[in-house]
């Protein structure tokens, strides 16, 4: 069984996270998304999260493609899950580029374009403004 593995806060889940977890679901057989936790974020991210972590593995876990929520606590801890959970391909957007590459020795690493015109960020500025 090919694992593949990918992390983020998911916040006002929309089409550009779908079309991240579908990319990523294709390069294997189990998907994992570590997924930050609300402490995680508002200290180490900078980010004040819409939905709960709660809320958000729930939304998680009803997407088709995604096999298994665990939470994300530090930026330390993904060689501890890439080995953890035998993962073979982890796997980030673009904007991420180069910042995992020390992970080639674990697995494979992608990073897939992200979706240009949508993201939680421009939701919530596009909300703000309205």
């Known amino acids: 069984m090919k694992r593949v593995i990918t992390y983020g806060t998911f916040d006002l889940l ?55 929520v665990i939470p994300e606590s530090s930026w330390e801890q993904k060689i501890d899950d890439i080995k953890l959970y035998h993962v073979d391909v982890f796997v980030m957007g673009s904007d991420w580029a180069k910042k995992f590459d020390h992970l080639s020795q674990y697995c494979e690493v992608v990073y897939f374009p992200r979706t240009i015109e949508i993201s939680t960020t421009k939701m919530k500025n596009d909300l703000r403004n309205a």
């Open 14 to 68: 929309h089409y550009g996270h779908i079309n991240l977890l579908k990319r990523a679901k294709s390069l294997g057989d189990y998907l994992i998304v570590a997924l930050s936790e609300d402490e995680f974020n508002e200290k180490c991210k900078n980010k004040k999260c819409y939905f709960s972590y709660d809320e958000r593995k729930s939304l998680l876990e009803s997407v088709r493609y995604v096999d298994l």
